[in-house]
T-cell receptor, first 111, second 115 residues
Framework: KQEVTQIPAALSVPEGENLVLNCSFT??????LQWFRQDPGKGLTSLLL?????REQTSGRLNASLDKSSGRSTLYIAASQPGDSATYLC??????????FGTGTSLTVIP | EADIYQTPRYLVIGTGKKITLECSQT?????MYWYQQDPGMELHLIHY???????EKGDLSSESTVSRIRTEHFPLTLESARPSHTSQYLC??????????????FGPGTRLTVL
């Protein structure tokens, strides 16, 4: 069974810093990987989708990379802002059309 | 604007009551999903559907049932609510074709408390 791990579980940085969130997975037979943000008590907002044939995707200050061979994805956030404070989740879709979520990294950006 | 909606957003109900959590999407997606999420924990898939009249159980054993009579609507029903059902329930939909295949879009969630 696919296992998804996100490290660190919590991260606190001063405003303006660049940061990297990590997502690792045990089964490389994935269909895609999606990064979400979740604000307290809310649903998930899709940030970036990387298909299995892709290596990275960019949206504004966000860049996500995927390395299937090593079972890793990273989410890079440039010039962090207090509004970026949220929990960031990665989710994998495997070829059997099942989805596996990590437990998330709780990010706090300090003004 | 295409979106995904869940009602109610919050529900407090007594043990033994029957409840239905509503989920609707206007994106024309074939695939829809229900997840359960406890605070600080990962999401667990409880039901999914690949289209009208298609429903499947997910990884997490659930006492709930779902139906998919219309493409845009995927309600979840608990016949007899129990305190162990207290959780957040998230509905999602996804594409079944195109370059963004299997990208998931989530509703705002329903926070259920069973007393």
């Amino acid at each position: 069974k696919q296992e998804v791990t996100q490290i660190p579980a919590a991260l606190s940085v001063p405003e303006g810093e660049n940061l990297v969130l990590n997502c690792s997975f045990t089964d490389s037979a994935i269909y895609n990987l999606q990064w979400f943000r979740q604000d307290p008590g809310k649903g998930l907002t899709s940030l970036l989708l990387i298909q299995s044939s892709q290596r990275e995707q960019t949206s504004g200050r966000l860049n996500a990379s995927l390395d299937k061979s090593s079972g890793r994805s990273t989410l890079y956030i440039a010039a962090s802002q207090p509004g970026d404070s949220a929990t960031y989740l990665c989710a994998l879709a495997n070829t059997g059309n099942q989805f596996y979520f990590g437990t998330g990294t709780s990010l706090t950006v300090i003004p | 604007e295409a979106d995904i909606y869940q009602t109610p957003r919050y529900l407090v109900i007594g043990t033994g009551k029957k409840i239905t959590l509503e989920c609707s999407q206007t994106m024309g997606h074939d695939k829809m999903y229900w997840y359960q999420q406890d605070p600080g924990m990962e999401l667990h898939l409880i039901h999914y559907s690949y289209g009208v009249n298609s429903t499947e159980k997910g990884d997490l054993s659930s006492e709930s049932t779902v139906s998919r009579i219309r493409t845009e609507h995927f309600p979840l029903t608990l016949e007899s609510a129990r305190p162990s059902h207290t959780s957040q329930y998230l509905c999602a939909s996804g594409t079944s074709g195109g370059p963004r295949l299997d990208e998931q879009f989530f509703g705002p969630g329903t926070r259920l408390t069973v007393l």
